[in-house]
């Protein structure tokens, strides 16, 4: 038998990390190409001097924001899959709680 498909959990923010996290390596490879500066330094104060290493930023921002759409979209399309018999943790507490009889199962995770 085959499982139910349920789509996509959040499309529209793994679009928007994907978007990020690309514009994020764009400005990293600007940043080593030369096209913007290395560092931005911005100057609030007359004695304050504020560097942002705009290629480092960019490196590490895009890969942050890559990782987390691909997590997301592996666990929201494969995690749910139950396989041999063996449920997933969200069925067997909703399994669990429907048998105590709660109308309404909201899971948070941390």
Known sequence: ????????????????????????????????????PGELVLRPVSQVVVQIPLGMMGLWAGLGFSVTACWMYIGSRFGKVESNGVRSIKSKFC????KQGRAEVEIWIL
Do not use: C, K, T
């Open 95 to 98: 399994h669990s709680a429907s």
């Open 1 to 36: 038998m085959r499982s139910p498909d349920y789509g996509i959990d959040a499309p529209n923010l793994i679009r928007n990390r994907v978007v990020a996290g690309v514009v994020a390596f764009l400005i990293a490879e600007a940043s080593r190409v030369g096209i913007l």
